[in-house]
């Protein structure tokens, strides 16, 4: 009887042991959508991860800054791109639904650079103020996609709401330049880098323009306090012959708060040594430093991480 508890014992033992194994070695990683930087961002950190980490897999999967916060708290994933300004209201549970609940299980990881809010018009459509988007085909994407909800922001410091312009929803941004080079759509907003593929396609294609957003800068910091006025300097893209000034805010990388922290302490050691890589993607993460990713955005940063800041002199908390 002794020898068949203390065997019982042993094999739960070992699935214990062997279930914390498997839950080590896959990670399952929420990039963004289709033709934005996250997607190739994703893949050269699944590759430092997996090299840094022994025996490591991480398996990418598509997503959004919306959706990758939930993915997390929901156990669907273990580590995502986020946007600071919708984490910090997840954590918070200050956000707008679904982010009006505190999700508990987010850790921050490195802040990596900035995004920007752009929305553009095709030159010819008639569209000079954020006033000129009425009755105008708008594409954005769909809800879970932080550019969605900053898209709904700008709308609603305008006067407007969706049912004042022509919507249009996906999850890709190729699909929403198809649709504004056919003329289906006017406008175009999203929220990524500079400059962002998709746009330089569609101006490949046709002229087009940014709009400025200076003006409604106060009020959108009164819906979130988090959001920032970036520039995008001229020349950025064809035939932009001044700087224009948009919303801001910036991409990091999330983890799960149950992730060992031996784990994460080398995912994030892993991070600064392939910037030069991740540059060849995005030009900004060329300046990515201990500092950068260590800034205080609200959100609490995982203990393995925390680790590896105070071994480069970093506070965090």
Same mark, same amino acid.
């Given at each position: 009887?002794?020898?068949?508890?203390?065997?019982?014992?042993?094999? *739960?033992?070992?699935?214990?042991?062997?279930? !914390?194994?498997?839950? #080590?070695?896959? /990670?399952?990683?929420? %990039? =963004?959508?289709?033709?934005?930087?996250?997607?190739?961002?994703?893949?050269?950190?699944?590759?430092?991860?997996?090299?840094?980490?022994?025996?490591?897999?991480?398996?990418?999967?598509?997503?959004?800054?919306?959706?990758?916060?939930?993915?997390?708290?929901?156990?669907?994933?273990?580590?995502?791109?986020?946007?600071?300004?919708?984490?910090?209201?997840?954590?918070?549970?200050?956000?707008?639904?679904?982010?009006?609940?505190?999700?508990?299980?987010?850790?921050?990881?490195?802040?990596?650079?900035?995004?920007?809010?752009?929305?553009?018009?095709?030159?010819?459509?008639?569209?000079?103020?954020?006033?000129?988007?009425?009755?105008?085909?708008? *594409?954005?994407?769909?809800?879970?996609?932080? !550019?969605?909800?900053? #898209?709904?922001? /700008?709308?609603?410091? %305008? =006067?407007?709401?969706?049912?004042?312009?022509?919507?249009?929803?996906?999850?890709?941004?190729?699909?929403?330049?198809?649709?504004?080079?056919?003329?289906?759509?006017?406008?175009?907003?999203?929220?990524?880098?500079?400059?962002?593929?998709?746009?330089?396609?569609?101006?490949?294609?046709?002229?087009?323009?940014?709009?400025?957003?200076?003006?409604?800068?106060?009020?959108?910091?009164?819906?979130?306090?988090?959001?920032?006025?970036?520039?995008?300097?001229?020349?950025?893209?064809?035939?932009?012959?001044?700087?224009?000034?948009?919303?801001?805010?910036?991409?990091?990388?999330?983890?799960?708060?149950?992730?060992?922290?031996?784990?994460?302490?080398?995912?994030?050691?892993?991070?600064?040594?392939?910037?030069?890589?991740?540059?060849? /993607?995005?030009?900004?993460?060329?300046?990515?430093?201990?500092?950068?990713?260590?800034?205080?955005?609200?959100?609490?940063?995982?203990?393995?991480?925390?680790?590896?800041?105070?071994?480069?002199?970093?506070?965090?908390?």
């Amino acid at each position: 009887m002794r020898r068949t508890v203390l065997a019982a014992v042993s094999a *739960a033992a070992a699935t214990i042991a062997f279930s !914390g194994i498997a839950a #080590a070695a896959e /990670v399952r990683m929420m %990039t =963004g959508p289709q033709a934005g930087f996250w997607v190739p961002l994703g893949g050269q950190l699944k590759d430092a991860w997996e090299k840094a980490v022994p025996d490591l897999k991480v398996q990418n999967l598509p997503g959004a800054g919306i959706a990758n916060i939930r993915g997390i708290q929901e156990g669907k994933a273990e580590v995502g791109f986020g946007n600071t300004i919708t984490t910090a209201d997840a954590v918070a549970g200050t956000g707008e639904a679904p982010l009006d609940k505190k999700h508990d299980k987010i850790c921050n990881v490195a802040t990596l650079y900035p995004q920007y809010f752009q929305l553009v018009v095709n030159a010819d459509a008639g569209i000079n103020t954020l006033k000129d988007l009425k009755g105008k085909g708008f *594409a954005t994407q769909v809800k879970g996609n932080t !550019g969605e909800l900053i #898209a709904r922001h /700008v709308l609603k410091v %305008t =006067g407007y709401t969706y049912s004042d312009v022509k919507a249009s929803f996906t999850n890709s941004y190729t699909d929403s330049v198809e649709q504004m080079k056919d003329n289906r759509m006017h406008a175009f907003a999203l929220g990524t880098g500079i400059p962002a593929s998709s746009l330089m396609d569609l101006a490949s294609a046709r002229d087009m323009k940014l709009i400025d957003m200076r003006d409604i800068y106060e009020p959108m910091r009164k819906i979130n306090p988090a959001y920032k006025l970036v520039t995008i300097p001229k020349g950025t893209y064809p035939k932009q012959d001044k700087d224009v000034q948009v919303i801001g805010y910036y991409t990091h990388v999330v983890a799960a708060c149950s992730l060992p922290a031996d784990t994460v302490y080398k995912m994030t050691a892993a991070i600064l040594p392939k910037k030069d890589d991740m540059a060849a /993607v995005y030009k900004e993460l060329a300046k990515l430093s201990p500092e950068i990713m260590a800034q205080d955005i609200g959100v609490p940063f995982h203990p393995g991480a925390a680790k590896w800041y105070k071994e480069k002199g970093i506070t965090v908390q």
